[in-house]
């Protein structure tokens, strides 16, 4: 699956789901969840495969809420997930959209 498709899926995505995606990190990097236990490393078998921790789900679903006021396209999702995975913070342009509809 691709980080894009997976934006797609993100309502139906249960939140104890962590995603991993092969760098660099971009709309068409391959990627895969899996559900971990609080301790638990990165699986072996993701890691043979090129992947990379990403992001848990429920981190997204509270990236996600910068959007409460303007509904964003699939591509401003995914680039503030890459952005806020590669940065753990929210990038300019998210806060000048919102106020700019509001």
Same mark, same amino acid.
């Given at each position: 699956?691709?980080?894009?498709?997976?934006?797609?899926?993100?309502?139906?995505?249960? &939140?104890?789901?962590?995603? #991993?995606? *092969?760098? /660099?990190?971009?709309?068409?990097? !391959?990627?895969?969840?899996?559900?971990?236990?609080?301790?638990?490393?990165?699986?072996?078998?993701?890691?043979?495969?090129?992947?990379?921790?990403?992001?848990?789900?429920?981190?997204?679903? &509270?990236?996600?809420?910068? #959007?409460? *006021?303007? /509904?964003?396209?699939?591509?401003? !999702?995914?680039?503030?997930?890459?952005?806020?995975?590669?940065?753990?913070?929210?990038?300019?342009?998210?806060?000048?959209?919102?106020?700019?509809?509001?």
């Amino acid at each position: 699956m691709k980080l894009a498709e997976l934006v797609e899926l993100w309502p139906s995505l249960d &939140e104890d789901l962590t995603i #991993f995606a *092969k760098r /660099p990190w971009g709309p068409s990097s !391959k990627c895969a969840t899996a559900r971990l236990e609080p301790a638990e490393k990165v699986p072996r078998h993701l890691l043979d495969t090129g992947l990379d921790y990403f992001l848990e789900v429920h981190v997204g679903n &509270e990236v996600f809420e910068v #959007f409460e *006021k303007v /509904p964003p396209t699939s591509n401003q !999702k995914i680039e503030l997930l890459i952005y806020y995975a590669e940065n753990d913070a929210f990038p300019d342009w998210v806060y000048e959209q919102n106020t700019d509809r509001i």
